[in-house]
């Protein structure tokens, strides 16, 4: 049996292109049957809007590691943690699967190391596939996420929302049996 389903390709990749993100994967997961949403957002913008627009679904919110962008610095602001715990979103802060201290052996010792081989491959497909997958290992490794069901990942270049994708997440440990099922949309490259 074969199934269709559409993808749509923006022109060109960033935060102009959330909004059509967020409707073209809800459209999805209303398709699909799907009630779990995880998306990518670093100061809390795009996670607002996302449960904003998922209200009723499970939404799992996850930003960039405390010192990501500067020492004990933390990016998520403070006004917009509060809209998210009241919308009812899951927020997870943690490490990157694919970084952590992978990005201290590259800066201390001048080397990549396998998560970065990892991340720059998922990058051939664009900013936004990496972080959607990216996240839903982190998620899934919190216990925020079932390994056993669909869910849909929502990720982005530099800002916003520009790549929606369906899968079944995995944890860490068993990286590879992440399995993309749908690409709903993504910019194209």
Same mark, same amino acid.
């Given at each position: 049996?074969?199934?269709?389903?559409?993808?749509?390709?923006?022109?060109?990749?960033?935060?102009?292109?959330?909004?059509?993100?967020?409707?073209?994967? *809800?459209?999805?997961? /209303?398709?699909? =049957?799907? @009630?779990?949403? !995880? &998306?990518?957002? %670093? #100061? $809390?913008?795009?996670?607002? *809007?996302?449960?904003? /627009?998922?209200? =009723?679904? @499970?939404?799992? !919110? &996850?930003?960039? %590691? #405390? $010192?990501?962008?500067?020492?004990?610095?933390?990016?998520?602001?403070?006004?917009? @943690?509060?809209?998210?715990?009241?919308?009812?979103?899951?927020?997870?802060t943690g490490t990157h699967a694919f970084g952590g201290i992978a990005h201290a052996?590259?800066?201390?010792?001048?080397?990549?190391?396998?998560?970065?081989?990892?991340?720059?491959?998922?990058?051939?497909?664009?900013?936004?596939?990496?972080?959607?997958?990216?996240?839903?290992?982190?998620?899934?490794d919190a216990g925020l996420l079932s390994t056993a069901e669909e869910v849909i990942?929502?990720?982005?270049?530099?800002?916003?929302?520009?790549?929606?994708?369906?899968?079944?997440?995995?944890?860490?440990?068993?990286?590879?049996?992440?399995?993309?099922?749908?690409?709903?949309?993504?910019?194209?490259?």
């Amino acid at each position: 049996m074969t199934k269709e389903a559409k993808t749509i390709y923006f022109d060109s990749p960033g935060a102009a292109n959330t909004e059509e993100t967020l409707g073209l994967a *809800k459209i999805r997961a /209303e398709e699909l =049957g799907i @009630k779990t949403i !995880v &998306v990518a957002s %670093t #100061t $809390g913008d795009t996670g607002v *809007k996302a449960a904003k /627009e998922f209200k =009723g679904y @499970k939404i799992v !919110v &996850v930003t960039h %590691t #405390t $010192g990501f962008g500067s020492p004990n610095t933390q990016e998520l602001t403070l006004e917009n @943690k509060e809209k998210l715990e009241k919308l009812g979103a899951q927020l997870f802060t943690g490490t990157h699967a694919f970084g952590g201290i992978a990005h201290a052996a590259r800066k201390s010792f001048n080397t990549y190391v396998l998560g970065d081989f990892m991340a720059n491959t998922l990058r051939m497909f664009g900013q936004g596939m990496k972080v959607a997958i990216e996240i839903s290992i982190m998620a899934a490794d919190a216990g925020l996420l079932s390994t056993a069901e669909e869910v849909i990942a929502i990720g982005g270049t530099a800002r916003g929302a520009d790549t929606a994708v369906v899968l079944k997440p995995a944890h860490a440990h068993d990286v590879f049996s992440l399995r993309v099922q749908e690409v709903i949309c993504k910019p194209r490259l």
